[in-house]
């Protein structure tokens, strides 16, 4: 494939680590692993509550931890140092990072643009955040992967407000997303605004090549660095990198027109925030701000990114979106769908412009300064009342390019909105799909045909008051994936009761609307007035709904 004009292969950005020093990489990587600088690892050092702590920015408790490490004497001093380095931004002493690390020592850490001296004292300091990172290996042990991951420091690790190009490291949005995307093989995936290159380490584990693309070149630095620090995790030959992955530096979908995707992943800079007249890049935080009013950024990449998927391609991003007074939270985002692609959003939750601002202007630290708080705070406040906006929503978003072969005039054959708040199960992605297989499943099947069983984690609840001869409530829960629950009429629930594999669907109705209906013979049922039909119709119809929400699923053949 010829090499696009937006390629980006500097290894030697300013303010970014090198990656064009490969003997300092591997040592880095082995130094690294040999401390056991893994999850794991660090979890040991610390301990339970101090690792929890820490991830929610806390780092006293981590300090303390650290500290309490090395005074134990049990040779976990150079581990501490590196924990206490780059996860708590405290400065090192030269001679302790030599001793931790003593295949790169300091000045190969300096080298690499990973620290810095602090004036007049022989400490170093931490110029980038380099944490590990990683996830468990599949039931038949593939898929695991030890990885570290460079990032700018967090607002809790430095003084002031985060610079405009803020290169984001592992937060709940990236690892939310990691936990929705459908694993599956594809030859060529799309990681739209990779940042650090996070959504980029896992597609490299189930597809051949991934182009990273993002509009900030220390962001695609950093990427590079990242993924050259794990080549042998990550299955990329250093020497020949472009086999596998190819950095894009430009704007949303300019890096890659005219090309397709089987699989498209994104984290896109999708905060709402105010724009001021004259305002340039350089003023927006690049990590966050797509810099179009509003919910721009989302509805043109919802519009747009099937343009670049393949026949039966797929997207997966989180957004934010508008919600306007008098509307319903999912008017917007219905009319971002172009015809004929499938669709699924789920809001996760909806808060007041209030909280938004709250939100936005803590996440950069911009808090610190009371007036510059103020300022910025009534700022978000008047641009959201320009559009008349009284909620901003936050959800998952799945689409999909029609099949080779299928018709992009006709209405979207999956098309879910709906509003789920309270807890799932993660990684809630294997689910989503298993959904989307399920619906696929319902288009290429009569339901008056197939058998069907009660899912293994399915459960039934029946409420009644006491002394009453049937029950007032009957409902079906979900104990994995959406966790969802479903109010059943007596007819579904004994319907349900029914699906043990041995009699079709068809069968299974039929015998219930000869029980509600009356036989031909003289049976006692309903009787007059009962229009066996449209009960037929209505039943089968709820039961395609359990079906594609995972209650009830196909009998294996």
């Given at each position: 494939m010829p090499r696009s004009p937006y390629e980006f292969t500097a290894g030697n950005t300013p303010d970014a680590p090198r990656s064009d020093a490969p003997e300092l990489l591997t040592a880095l990587a082995a130094d690294l692993r040999r401390l056991d600088y893994t999850l794991d690892g660090v979890a040991r050092l610390l301990g339970p509550t101090a690792s929890a702590a820490l991830n929610r920015d806390q780092v006293i408790p981590a300090?303390?931890?650290?500290?309490?490490?090395?005074?134990?004497?049990?040779?976990?001093?150079?581990?501490?140092?590196?924990?206490?380095?780059?996860?708590?931004?405290?400065?090192?002493?030269?001679?302790?990072?030599?001793?931790?690390?003593?295949?790169?020592?300091?000045?190969?850490?300096?080298?690499?643009?990973?620290?810095?001296?602090?004036?007049?004292?022989?400490?170093?300091?931490?110029?980038?955040?380099?944490?590990?990172?990683?996830?468990?290996?599949?039931?038949?042990?593939?898929?695991?992967?030890?990885?570290?991951?460079?990032?700018?420091?967090?607002?809790?690790?430095?003084?002031?407000?985060?610079?405009?190009?803020?290169?984001?490291?592992?937060?709940?949005?990236?690892?939310?997303?990691?936990?929705?995307?459908?694993?599956?093989?594809?030859?060529r995936a799309l990681d739209l605004g990779t940042g650090c290159g996070i959504q980029a380490f896992h597609?490299?584990?189930?597809?051949?090549?991934?182009?990273?693309?993002?509009?900030?070149?220390?962001?695609?630095?950093?990427?590079?660095?990242?993924i050259l620090l794990n080549a042998e995790a990550l299955s990329v030959d250093p020497e020949r990198l472009d086999e596998r992955v190819s950095l894009r530096l430009g704007s949303l979908l300019e890096p890659v027109a005219g090309e397709e995707f089987?699989?498209?992943?994104?984290?896109?800079?999708?905060?709402?925030?105010?724009?001021?007249?004259?305002?340039?890049?350089?003023?927006?935080?690049?990590y966050r701000d797509g810099g179009l009013p509003g919910d721009g950024i989302v509805s043109a990449l919802v519009a747009?990114?099937?343009?670049?998927?393949?026949?039966?391609?797929?997207?997966?991003?989180?957004?934010?979106?508008e919600?306007?007074?008098?509307?319903?939270w999912q008017e917007r985002?219905?009319?971002?769908?172009?015809?004929?692609?499938?669709?699924?959003?789920?809001?996760?939750?909806?808060?007041?412009?209030?909280?938004?601002?709250?939100?936005?202007?803590?996440?950069?630290?911009?808090?610190?300064?009371?007036a510059h708080y103020r300022d910025a705070y009534a700022a978000y406040l008047a641009d959201f009342a320009s559009r008349n906006v009284e909620g901003v929503g936050f959800g998952m978003v799945w689409l999909r390019r029609p099949a080779a072969g299928a018709q992009a005039s006709v209405p979207a054959a999956l098309s879910r909105f709906e509003e789920i708040t309270y807890p799932i199960e993660q990684p809630i992605g294997p689910h989503l799909g298993a959904a989307v297989e399920r619906h696929d499943w319902l288009a290429a099947h009569s339901l008056e045909d197939v058998h069907l069983l009660v899912a293994d984690d399915v459960t039934e609840e029946r409420h009644q008051r006491p002394g009453a001869e049937h029950p007032g409530v009957i409902l079906l829960r979900q104990g994995a994936g959406l966790r969802r629950t479903n109010l059943l009429s007596t007819e579904l629930a004994g319907f349900v009761s029914a699906c043990d594999g041995d009699l079709t669907a068809g069968q299974i109705a039929g015998a219930l609307e000869a029980l509600l209906g009356g036989a031909s013979d003289g049976g006692t049922g309903p009787g007059e007035g009962f229009d066996g039909g449209s009960f037929r119709h209505a039943l089968l119809t709820d039961v395609a709904n359990l079906v594609r929400d995972g209650f009830l699923i196909p009998a294996r053949e």
């Open positions: 300090m303390l931890a650290a500290e309490k490490a090395v005074r134990a004497d049990n040779g976990a001093a150079p581990l501490a140092a590196v924990v206490r380095l780059w996860l708590l931004a405290e400065p090192q002493e030269r001679d302790t990072l030599d001793d931790a690390l003593p295949g790169l020592r300091a000045d190969g850490l300096q080298a690499l643009g990973l620290v810095q001296p602090v004036p007049g004292t022989s400490l170093l300091t931490a110029r980038a955040d380099l944490r590990p990172y990683g996830w468990d290996a599949n039931e038949d042990g593939s898929g695991g992967a030890e990885l570290w991951v460079a990032s700018d420091l967090a607002a809790h690790q430095q003084a002031g407000v985060l610079r405009h190009d803020h290169v984001l490291g592992i937060g709940q949005a990236s690892t939310t997303l990691v936990q929705t995307t459908i694993r599956r093989y594809t030859a597609l490299l584990h189930h597809c051949e090549h991934v182009t990273a693309t993002d509009i900030s070149e220390r962001a695609l630095a950093y990427a590079r660095f990242n089987g699989l498209v992943v994104s984290n896109p800079p999708f905060v709402i925030t105010p724009r001021s007249a004259g305002e340039d890049a350089a003023d927006q935080f690049t747009d990114l099937p343009g670049v998927l393949a026949p039966g391609g797929t997207a997966q991003m989180l957004g934010n979106w919600v306007p007074a008098g509307t319903e985002p219905q009319s971002w769908v172009r015809p004929g692609v499938d669709a699924w959003f789920i809001q996760r939750e909806q808060v007041s412009p209030e909280q938004y601002a709250e939100t936005w202007l803590q996440d950069a630290s911009e808090s610190r300064d009371r």
